[in-house]
């Protein structure tokens, strides 16, 4: 069984980075692919980004490309994404995501339809 446990959020103003992890036990990490959604209130959960665990490509959504970075902290079997440049739309909460490989290879992993999912952490940007 997969657990993930979440660290990091908080508050940050605009413009201010933060840095989000997410701890993966119970299975080999190489067999997932990890990463990272997000819901604002009143709005629907969105993907944010994802790193494979073999190889460690990523993809991102568009509103997060560029600003965030998403890698793999293999030592601590840790999942780091690195939010630079903040914008107040980009506070929500951020759910950890660990699902099955071929979700990435597949184009599926975005959906967020399968897998384990973190308890959720806050992320507040001020203006």
């Known amino acids: 069984q997969v657990q993930l446990v979440e660290s990091g959020g908080g508050l940050v103003q605009a413009g201010g980075s933060l840095t989000l992890s997410c701890a993966i036990s119970?299975?080999?990490?190489?067999?997932?692919?990890m990463g990272w959604f997000r819901q604002a209130p009143g709005l629907e959960r969105e993907f944010v980004a994802v790193?494979?665990?073999?190889?460690?490509?990523?993809y991102y959504a568009d509103s997060v490309k560029g600003r965030f970075t998403i890698s793999w902290d293999n030592d601590k079997n840790t999942v780091v994404l690195q939010m630079n440049s903040m914008k107040p739309e980009d506070a929500a909460v951020y759910y950890c995501?660990?699902?099955?490989?071929?979700?990435?290879?597949?184009?599926?992993?975005?959906?967020?339809?399968?897998?384990?999912w973190g308890q959720g952490i806050q992320v507040t940007v001020s203006s």
């Open positions: 995501n660990a699902s099955p490989e071929e979700t990435y290879y597949s184009g599926t992993y975005y959906r967020g339809r399968v897998g384990t």
């Open positions: 119970g299975r080999t990490f190489s067999s997932y692919a």
């Open positions: 790193v494979s665990g073999l190889g460690g490509s990523t």
